[in-house]
Structures are given as structure tokens and as C-alpha cells.
């Protein structure tokens, strides 16, 4: 009894610990955030002056703001459907109250490479149905390549609607597509498997992976072709919160241009998910301030304005998403022991 206590302590401490290496990760992430948006205000500055600037941030409509944090929290909820659909192929039963709050909690990890850290959800999952890790881990898999699809499905078609940086898209899309050959396609794992299975420290792995590749079947292919129809919608409300935020500022962007600032913030993303720096923190930034000065430069959009649209959608977009995703991960810690 005593040594069943003590172990159980010693879990929680490891925990706890690891909790704590999340906050820090989250808090530097967001710290360099918080020092580019200075970077890009003090270039808009330098380049723009301080009058516009400051008249173009105090002159931002705040129900057009409002509705931008709206229409990207509803992009959101409008994917959950597709969530359940994969715990229940793979018969993993969680009251639908509680699984909408594991479902939020994912997104205070989408800062991380490859938004691989939403995986945080699967030991929130396991806690409560004392599923197996690796039972769960096809689900996590199964939701970051459908968003994936869908983000880079919507960006080629706004790319042709565009007739711009289309040859720039498909690269890029093809490079994002590799590591998820390995997560689907059983070959390379029974290669490595071939090659080092005799390793006893492997053993674990390889046990984990079978086990992995195993559930991972019960996801079929109607499943995925299923999850788009949650997903493309999904992404263009994203895309939406963008054309909200240029309104916001005060710039008369008529709905004839959403397909441009669609195409504008998938591409964006595209690019900065490619260097794999958590958040796509900068490259992203950059990428939005040179496209909507691109697209938009006849209609009013200069480095300032732009500079303003990519610090204000930048905190809907990434500021927002982490925070209600970090509030819903605290939330859930009271399952975890």
C-alpha cells in the first residue's frame, strides 16, 4: 500500500513536471511573439511614421475585431464533429461534454512542430477510459493530416482561383506531406523494424508501433473523406477572421476579394509551417505584411496597415487559439489523476 502510494506520488511529480516544461515552452513561445509584433510596429514606425500608425491602430472598428475572434472560434467548433467520428471508430466511448473540452485542449499545443503536442490529449483520453496510448495516438494522427488536407486542399484552389504562386503551393504541399508517409504508410516501419528489432532498448517502440498501425486501420478511408466535409468549411471561416480584421482597420475590401485573402492566409501558413519553428512564429508574420501589400497595395494597404492587419490577426489567430486551448487543458488536469 505504502510503495502503491509513493509510486502514484512520484506519477503525479512527473506530471507536474511536465506541465510546468509546457507553461515555460508556451510563455517563451508567446514572449517571441510579443517581440516581433514590437519588431513590426517599430519598422511600420520607421517606415510609415508614428502618426499613422498609432491613427490606424486607434481607428480599428471593434465589432468587425469582435467578429473575427467569432467566425475563427466557430471554424474551430465546426471541426469537432470529425474528432468524435475517430475516438468512436476506434471504440474509445466519451461522454460528449467532456470530450468538447479533451477536443479545445488540443489547441494550446498547436504552437509546437507540427502541432505534433496536441498528442497531450491522448494521455487526457487515457486517464478517462484507460485506453492504451498507442489506441489513442491514431486519432491525434488522424486529425492534425485531415486539417492538414484540408488547409492545403482550400490553399491550392484559392491559389488557382488566384492564378498566383500556384508552382510555390504544390512545392510546399508536397514537402508538408512527407512525414505523414511514415505515420500511414506501414512500409518504413517494418523496414526499421527489419533492420534494429533485435535491439532490446527498441523493443518498447516497436511493441508501441504495432500496436499503433494495428488500430490505425480501423480508421478507413471513409473516414477521412468524410472529415473534409467539417474541415474545408472549417478552414475558410479561419480565412474569414482575416477579411474581418482588414475590414477592422478600416480598409473597404469588397467580398469579391475573399478568394485573395483566403488565399493570403493559407499561404502565409503554408510558409511558415514549412520551417517547422513553433507557431510559424515570424515567418508567418512576414509572409502576411508581404502578401497583403502584394494584393493589396492599390486599395490602401501599405507596409503599415499591413502591419497593423498581421499583429491584430495574429492575436485572434494564434494569441486567441492558445489561450482558450491553455484554458481548457487546465481544466482537464483534474482527470489526469
Known amino acids: 500500500m505504502w510503495r502503491k502510494k509513493r509510486r502514484v506520488v512520484k506519477e503525479l511529480s512527473e506530471e507536474a513536471k511536465n506541465m510546468l516544461k509546457a507553461k515555460k515552452i508556451i510563455f517563451i513561445v508567446m514572449g517571441i511573439s510579443f517581440l516581433i509584433f514590437v519588431i513590426i510596429a517599430a519598422l511600420a514606425i520607421f517606415n510609415e511614421g508614428y502618426v499613422k500608425f498609432i491613427d490606424t491602430l486607434l481607428s480599428v472598428n471593434i465589432f468587425y475585431f469582435i467578429m473575427a475572434f467569432v467566425v475563427l472560434f466557430i471554424g474551430y467548433l465546426i471541426r469537432y464533429p470529425k474528432w468524435e467520428l475517430f475516438l468512436r471508430r476506434l471504440g474509445i466511448r466519451i461522454?460528449?461534454?467532456?470530450?468538447?473540452v479533451i477536443y479545445l485542449s488540443m489547441y494550446s499545443m498547436d504552437i509546437t512542430p507540427g502541432r505534433w503536442g496536441r498528442s497531450i490529449v491522448v494521455y487526457t483520453v487515457n486517464k478517462i477510459t484507460k485506453t492504451r496510448f498507442a489506441k489513442i495516438f491514431p486519432a491525434i494522427v488522424a486529425d492534425n493530416f485531415t486539417d492538414f488536407f484540408g488547409f492545403v486542399a482550400l490553399s491550392?484552389?484559392?491559389?488557382?482561383?488566384?492564378?498566383?504562386?500556384?508552382?510555390?503551393?504544390?512545392?510546399?504541399?508536397?514537402?508538408?506531406?512527407?512525414?505523414?508517409?511514415?505515420?500511414?504508410?506501414?512500409?518504413?516501419?517494418?523496414l526499421i523494424k527489419r533492420k534494429f528489432g533485435g535491439i532490446r532498448r527498441l523493443k518498447g517502440f516497436f511493441k508501441h508501433g504495432e500496436a499503433y498501425f494495428k488500430s490505425n486501420k480501423m480508421l478507413g478511408l471513409d473516414v477521412y473523406v468524410y472529415s473534409m466535409i467539417y474541415t474545408i468549411p472549417s478552414m475558410f471561416m479561419n480565412g474569414l477572421a482575416l477579411y474581418f480584421v482588414i475590414l477592422s482597420v478600416g480598409v473597404g475590401l469588397g467580398i469579391s476579394y475573399l478568394p485573395q485573402v483566403v488565399f493570403i492566409y493559407t499561404s502565409s501558413l503554408l510558409i511558415g509551417m514549412i520551417t517547422g519553428i513553433p507557431g510559424s512564429i515570424g515567418v508567418t508574420d512576414v509572409a502576411l505584411i508581404s502578401y497583403l501589400t502584394v494584393f493589396f497595395s492599390g486599395i490602401g494597404i501599405d507596409f503599415g496597415v499591413a502591419s497593423v492587419i498581421t499583429i491584430l490577426f495574429r492575436i485572434v489567430s494564434l494569441w486567441f487559439v492558445e489561450g482558450f486551448g491553455f484554458i481548457s487543458l487546465i481544466y482537464t488536469l483534474k482527470w489526469w489523476k
Open 95 to 100: 461522454s460528449r461534454t467532456k470530450n468538447i
Open 156 to 190: 491550392l484552389v484559392m491559389a488557382f482561383l488566384v492564378r498566383e504562386y500556384i508552382l510555390l503551393s504544390l512545392v510546399i504541399t508536397f514537402l508538408l506531406m512527407i512525414p505523414f508517409i511514415f505515420v500511414y504508410n506501414r512500409g518504413p516501419f517494418e
